[in-house]
C-alpha cells in the first residue's frame, strides 16, 4: 500500500491507468509529423494559398475590419474570431482537393512499407 503525502495523493501505477487510444485522426498526424511529411504539406498549403491570392484577400479583409472598428480597438483575438470562419470558408477546393491527395498517397505509401 502507498503511502499518502500530506501535500499530494499518491502517484497512480502506471498499470492502473487505461492507455489512451488515439484517435484515427490523431495516428495520421503523427505519422505526418513524424515523417516530416506534414511540414512539407503546411508549406505547399502555404504556396498554393498565396498562389490564388487568398492570403492577400484575407489580409485585406483584416485591414478592412480594422479601419471600421478603429486600429487601436481591435485586438489579435479579435481578428481571429471574425476571419478565421471566413479563411476556412474561402480556401479554393482545388488547395483542399490537391492537399487531400497528397495525404492519401502518403497513408498509401506509409501502409505498404
Not at 499518491?10 to 492502473?16: F, I
Not at 487510444?21 to 506534414?38: A, N, W
Not at 512539407?40 to 485591414?63: F, T, Y
Request: with cysteine; charged share 35%.
Amino acid at each position: 500500500m502507498e503511502r499518502a503525502s500530506i501535500n499530494r495523493p499518491p502517484t497512480p501505477n502506471q498499470e492502473d491507468e487505461p492507455q489512451k487510444e488515439l484517435s484515427l485522426r490523431e495516428i495520421i498526424d503523427v505519422k505526418l509529423v513524424e515523417s516530416g511529411e506534414k511540414e512539407k504539406l503546411v508549406e505547399l498549403l502555404r504556396e498554393r494559398l498565396v498562389e490564388c491570392g487568398w492570403r492577400d484577400e484575407m489580409k485585406a479583409l483584416c485591414r478592412a475590419y480594422a479601419r471600421k472598428k478603429g486600429r487601436s480597438n481591435v485586438t489579435v483575438d479579435d481578428l481571429i474570431h471574425v476571419i478565421t470562419p471566413k479563411g476556412r470558408a474561402s480556401v479554393p477546393d482545388s488547395v483542399k482537393a490537391e492537399l487531400l491527395q497528397r495525404i492519401r498517397s502518403f497513408l498509401l505509401s506509409s501502409s505498404l512499407r
